[in-house]
């Protein structure tokens, strides 16, 4: 509603909705990995297969956002449904439930390592990590701010930079 009401000078999303005249820039991949709480049965097992998912509860990203959208893209692709227990909007609330055993999640990659989360693993499941950008993104008529275009040039050269160096 924001974009589409022209409020903000630019957007950092994974998925920018369709229908707007926008103007799109990938300056990140995003992986999107299964969480799992440390002990969990599933963490034991190799490498699994989408179906080894299907009796697992899942904690989801909200309606509507990238991520969610992602993993429902990658579901119907395979045919297949999972059970959402419930949705949360925030990353770190979905950890948190993942780590008090009330399910499995499907989370950028980025949200795990953000918290170097000892109590979580990553399961290394067949068709995962599924592939994601972040983007900078704005209305396609708006000429940017200086601040808004310097800290777009900002992102863009710090994502640039090998992973070693930016941590």
């Known amino acids: 509603e924001r974009m589409r009401a022209n409020q903000d000078d630019l957007y950092i999303m994974s998925r920018p909705p369709e229908g707007l005249a926008l103007?799109?820039?990938v300056f990140m991949p995003n992986p999107l990995v299964v969480v799992a709480p440390r002990g969990h049965a599933l963490a034991k097992r190799g490498r699994l297969s989408?179906?080894?998912l299907l009796t697992e509860r899942f904690i989801a990203r909200e309606t509507g956002s990238?991520?969610?959208l992602a993993v429902d893209d990658f579901f119907r692709r395979h045919h297949r449904t999972r059970e959402i227990r419930f949705e949360l909007g925030s990353n770190e609330a979905i950890l948190e439930a993942v780590a008090g055993g009330m399910?499995?999640?499907i989370l950028s990659e980025h949200a795990l390592r953000a918290g170097a989360?000892?109590?979580l693993i990553t399961l290394d499941v067949e068709g995962f990590p599924l592939q994601s950008s972040w983007?900078?993104?704005h209305p396609a008529g708006r000429r940017l701010s200086p601040l808004?275009?310097?800290f777009r040039d900002h992102l863009v050269a710090q994502a640039a930079k090998p992973?070693?160096?930016t941590a």
């Open 117 to 119: 989360r000892r109590d």
């Open 23 to 25: 103007t799109s820039q």
């Open 103 to 105: 399910g499995l999640a």
């Open 135 to 137: 983007q900078i993104v």
């Open 148 to 150: 808004a275009a310097a």
């Open 66 to 68: 990238g991520t969610r």
């Open 50 to 52: 989408v179906d080894d």
């Open 163 to 165: 992973a070693a160096a």
